[in-house]
């Protein structure tokens, strides 16, 4: 039997982050990530990019210390042909795209909230929207770099 390999910290090389319009999730994990670990690699794109980031996503991060480090929303298909040591999708076309451009070993699915289809008013939207970062943030810590070893197995 196969010894099991561990991932720890400093196993995190780079790291790509997909959503959707990469203008909303993808972005706050990329802030977040490179807040807690400036020396990670770290990109976030979208299966189908926006024409500009949520103005919410930058408020929100700016609330927290953080701020984008793109200045517009970029496209996975540039990017499919990096190598990354995790591959993280944050939605369900994400997903999809991610299970045919990437290596199965590298990618993990993360379910989190999309704040930009909330509805509802200003003081709802600011809700997901800070509903969302925490949630990135926690899965972050916790999945990536909370202290907590990572077998190679968990990241498919």
Not at 55 to 70: K, N
Not at 117 to 142: K, M, N, P
Request: aromatic share 8%; net charge negative.
């Amino acid at each position: 039997m196969e010894r099991e390999s561990h991932r720890t910290v400093s196993d995190i090389v780079s790291v790509l982050f997909v959503c959707t319009g990469n203008s909303c999730r993808s972005p706050m994990a990329e802030a977040i990530l490179h807040h807690t670990v400036p020396t990670v690699n770290v990109r976030s794109a979208g299966t189908s990019p926006a024409t500009a980031f949520s103005p919410y996503t930058i408020s929100t991060l700016a609330e927290h210390g953080l701020a984008l480090l793109s200045k517009d929303p970029g496209d996975v298909r540039t990017l499919r042909h990096h190598e990354y040591s995790h591959v993280i999708s944050l939605s369900d076309d994400a997903e999809d795209f991610c299970k045919e451009a990437f290596n199965s070993s590298v990618h993990r699915r993360w379910y989190v909230d999309d704040p930009f289809e909330c509805t509802g008013d200003e003081s709802a939207r600011r809700v997901a929207y800070e509903h969302c970062f925490l949630t990135i943030q926690q899965l972050v810590h916790t999945e990536l770099c909370g202290g907590v070893e990572l077998k190679s197995g968990d990241l498919k």
